[in-house]
C-alpha cells in the first residue's frame, strides 16, 4: 500500500504497507450485483479498501488471479465478484480486441509504474 501527496511542486510516495500474494487467502468484492469499489481482501487479517472504480477493483482482481495462476498455482478464493467479469475471454467476446489490448496496455503500463516506485534493497 503506498501513500501519495504533493509537496510544492513533487509528488511523494511512501510505501505503507507490503502483503504478499502467497498469504492472501480470499478476495471478497462484497456485493457482485451492484457497482461498488469496495472490497476486502484476506491475509492472517481482513483490510477494508476501496478502489478507484468498480472497474479498477475488478481489474485488480483479474490481476492477482493471473499472477496466482502463473507464479504460485494455490486455490485464492474470489468472492463476490461477477465470474463474467473475472474471465479474459468473457471481455475479448463481449467489447471486441481493441479494449482488451488498450486494458493489457494500460495493465502493463501500470505494472511498470508501480516496479518504479519500489526501492532496490
Not at 510544492?8 to 510505501?15: C, V
Not at 472490497?39 to 481482513?46: A, I, L, N, P, R
Not at 499472477?67 to 494455490?74: G, I, P, Q, V, W
Not at 489490448?101 to 511498470?112: E, I, P
Amino acid at each position: 500500500m503506498i501513500k501519495h501527496w504533493r509537496a510544492d511542486r513533487e509528488e511523494k510516495y511512501e510505501i505503507i504497507e507490503r502483503w504478499f500474494l502467497k498469504d492472501l487467502d480470499m478476495i471478497d468484492g462484497k456485493e457482485a450485483d451492484t457497482d461498488n469499489p469496495y472490497f476486502d481482501m484476506h491475509f492472517h487479517k481482513v483490510y477494508n479498501l476501496e478502489a478507484y472504480s468498480c472497474a479498477s477493483k475488478y481489474t485488480f482482481a483479474r490481476m492477482l488471479n493471473k499472477l496466482n495462476a502463473m507464479y504460485l498455482k494455490k486455490d485464492l478464493k474470489i468472492v463476490n465478484f461477477d465470474d463474467t467479469y473475472l474471465n479474459d475471454d468473457s471481455i475479448c467476446s463481449s467489447s471486441g480486441g481493441d479494449f482488451l489490448v488498450l486494458m493489457k496496455l494500460c495493465f502493463y503500463t501500470s505494472n511498470l509504474f508501480c516496479l518504479s516506485l519500489c526501492p532496490l534493497s
